[in-house]
């Protein structure tokens, strides 16, 4: 139990469909990360919320919205995804954004399916 | 951030240590090397990490050299459960929160 928590663990949805991935953090951390990871590729980062503020964005699609209410809770709201976004999404949490201390804490991930 | 170069697999006996090799030859002075691992189907979990001096704690060793341009971890007494992808990655403290993951070595731990 890492203290970073994710669901659903499991998501199959059609390309039409809207879903919501969510994340809660139990450690007081005040980042938050989502990272996609493909079949046989590596880790990819997505977004970064420092304080509830979005810091980083590497060029993902619209297609993927993230929301930060508060410091403890992440989601990911999904709408009209395509095949390719198929995909283990993970969050991840660490006590400050670049700072000293900086391990991350990472949820199971919600594995994606769409059809 | 420096790249990092891994072996894609190894294999160790169960109660061996085990010896993962990493190099990070472009790496610069104030670069960390980090070490974290994946078990199937779940997220990556932190080892340990470390900039100059060797580092120790209860799940690793972390070996850098003297030129810092390659780093071993070590798992003293490998179990059944450490099979996984290990990471080896290296970040600048001052730059972008980007943690680069790349493959890793698929570490299998044989009976």
Known sequence: ?115 | DAKTTQPPSMDCAEGRAANLPCNHSTISGNEYVYWYRQIHSQGPQYIIHGLKNNETNEMASLIITEDRKSSTLILPHATLRDTAVYYCIVRNRAGSYQLTFGKGTKLSVIP
């Open chain 1, 1 to 115: 139990e890492t203290g970073v928590t994710q669901t659903p663990r499991h998501l199959v949805m059609g390309m039409t469909n809207k879903k919501s991935l969510k994340c809660e953090q139990h450690l007081g951390h005040n980042a938050m990360y989502w990272y996609k990871q493909s079949a046989k590729k590596p880790l990819e980062l997505m977004f970064v919320y420092s304080l509830e503020e979005r810091v980083e964005n590497n060029s993902v699609p619209s297609r993927f919205s993230p929301e930060c209410p508060n410091s403890s809770h992440l989601f990911l709201h999904l709408h009209t995804l395509q095949p390719e976004d198929s995909a283990l999404y993970l969050c991840a949490s660490s006590p400050v954004y670049g700072g000293t201390n900086e391990k991350l804490f990472f949820g199971s991930g919600t594995q994606l399916s769409v059809l």
